[in-house]
């Protein structure tokens, strides 16, 4: 919609304040300006000529984590994240492009889109971590845990009347985590789904709205549709981040006429590989090795794909290991999409209370199903060896090896 028409949806919201206690950044700081209403308040302004983008504004939008749980905690369905991306859309034109934004948030947006790059510069990282370099680059090296081997492909057993899904590779798991992707697909084919894999997709352009350039996350939107438009069924993926911006393309799409039904159509397909597996895959045996494990459920599976409880449902399922889910699973850990690197220091005051919460329970392993909730927990597990040794690992992976014990006798 034109930025002049966001005024339909902040004037949905009544002020009631339902959101607050739901918002990471005003449970911070305790200021009205880092909370959903106060943005939305500044947001409505911009729209109405009362003020104009400034400082204030800026730093409103800026220090959102967009994890939506606003969304979720709203009586009124407010669609706090069509007014967030207004803004910042409308921020990022003001500043004359992406020449202000940092320079490792400027490097993940170009090296996105290209995930065979991507995976060269992060095995370059893994590589380079423990030897000298600046002090702000050096802060985020815990986030590079290390290399995992990728399973190796099933062997499809599934009939002609098997369902099948087509699966999105997404392009920082295919760089940084190729072997939750592989598991997942495992998985699928163990349990009787046929997987496919349309040719030509691409990033799914999540970071690029997020930062407010809406029109590389078209460009990315429209190549995706077209790839998976001739195949049928469910489009599956294995980021939470990636599966709500897929399912947001009805959103990104909205006023193109030309894109605007087929985005409709493709949305409406896209489930997380966990759902699809409750759903259509038939019961698989799973035995865990008998330890305790714990959920950071992605905030945007819960809060946009509302497919959270497909997750926990799915480790209820798993025999011989103990589930301790925490206070905060459904909470964001900070992460959300670069925000760890635009603004470390708020990242960490999120991520340290998760950890905090992680300490009640003392699991030896955090399981995960975000990229991004992979990196930052993998931070928050090394800020707290000291006291307590824990694993971190995207669930499926930690599923797959669950599904093949469980076929030993």
């Not at 930025?3 to 009544?14: A, P």
């Not at 204030?56 to 991306?85: F, M, N, Q």
């Not at 407010?212 to 077209?226: L, Y």
């Not at 489930?271 to 330890?291: A, K």
Request: aromatic share 6%.
């Amino acid at each position: 919609m034109a930025f002049d028409e966001i005024l339909l949806e902040t004037d949905q919201c009544n002020k009631c304040g339902f959101c607050l206690p739901a918002c990471p950044t005003y449970q911070i700081t305790g200021n009205e300006l880092a909370s959903p209403r106060g943005r939305i308040a500044m947001v409505e302004a911009l729209a109405r000529g009362e003020i104009g983008v400034g400082p204030g504004l800026s730093e409103s939008l800026d220090y959102c984590l967009g994890c939506r749980a606003c969304e979720t905690a709203c009586p009124s369905g407010v669609h706090y994240g069509v007014i967030l991306e207004a803004g910042r859309t409308r921020l990022r034109e003001e500043r004359g492009g992406s020449g202000r934004e940092p320079w490792l948030v400027r490097q993940a947006l170009r090296q996105v889109g290209n995930p065979r790059r991507l995976a060269r510069m992060i095995g370059l990282a893994r590589r380079l971590k423990d030897f000298p370099m600046p002090r702000k680059l050096k802060r985020f090296t815990p986030m590079l845990g290390p290399t995992q081997s990728v399973p190796a492909p099933i062997q499809s057993i599934a009939s002609p009347t098997s369902p099948s899904v087509q699966f999105f590779n997404g392009c920082v798991m295919s760089a940084v985590f190729p072997e939750a992707n592989q598991a997942a697909r495992n998985l699928l084919v163990m349990s009787g789904v046929v997987v496919q894999e349309p040719s030509n997709q691409s990033c799914c352009g999540a970071l690029h709205w997020h930062a407010g350039d809406k029109e590389t996350a078209m460009g990315f939107a429209k190549r995706n549709i077209v790839s998976f438009e001739d195949n049928p069924g469910w489009v599956v993926n294995t980021a939470g981040g990636c599966g709500a911006m897929l399912l947001e393309y009805r959103t990104l799409l909205a006023d193109d006429r030309d894109w605007q039904e087929r985005a409709e159509r493709f949305s409406a397909r896209v489930r997380d590989w966990s759902t699809v597996l409750m759903q259509l895959g038939q019961p698989l045996r799973m035995r865990g090795q008998r330890e305790r494990v714990t959920l950071q459920n992605s905030c945007h599976l819960v809060n946009v794909e509302k497919a959270g409880d497909d997750a926990v449902a799915l480790l209820e399922q798993i025999q011989d290991h103990e589930f301790s889910p925490i206070a905060g699973q459904n909470t964001c850990c900070g992460s959300a999409g670069v925000y760890n690197l635009t603004h470390p220091d708020w990242a960490l005051k999120i991520l340290d209370q998760k950890m905090a919460d992680v300490r009640t329970v003392s699991p030896q392993r955090i399981l995960v199903n975000n990229p991004g909730c992979q990196l930052q927990m993998q931070w928050g597990a090394q800020r707290i060896a000291d006291d307590l040794t824990v694993e971190v690992e995207h669930l499926a992976t930690y599923t797959y090896r669950a599904a093949m014990r469980g076929r030993q006798p």
